[in-house]
């Protein structure tokens, strides 16, 4: 994550700390302004699978511990690149899971 200095210049890159990170892959970040909360993929934490996909807030400058989205956005398979349309009625992510037409697919998913 970087910050924007007073001066106009961005700040160095720094790491999200372990809240967020593992040893193992996080990937496919997708920032919710609104809600200031973090979505990614990744192989730690608690994964049904291989890549499953977490959400993350942050509040006064602290990551939460990444919480698993959870079956049915996961599944045994990688689930990535987790979107969400502006007015949170649906979400778009790409998945390998069974029943899929490709090698990965992409899904919808719709909130009621």
Do not use: Q
Request: hydrophobic residues 35%; proline residues 4%; charged residues 20%.
């Amino acid at each position: 994550m970087c910050y924007k200095e007073k001066n106009g210049n961005w700040s160095e890159a720094l790491n999200l700390g372990p809240e967020v990170n593992t040893v193992y892959d996080e990937d496919a970040p997708f920032v919710d302004f609104k809600n200031n909360t973090l979505y990614f993929s990744s192989r730690g934490h608690n994964t049904m699978g291989g890549y499953d996909i977490f959400s993350s807030r942050i509040a006064a400058g602290k990551w939460n511990k990444a919480l698993n989205l959870g079956h049915p956005v996961n599944s045994p398979g990688d689930d990535l690149y987790f979107i969400l349309t502006s007015d949170f009625t649906t979400a778009y992510m790409a998945s390998d899971r069974a029943g899929g037409i490709g090698g990965k697919d992409i899904y919808s998913i719709v909130f009621h």
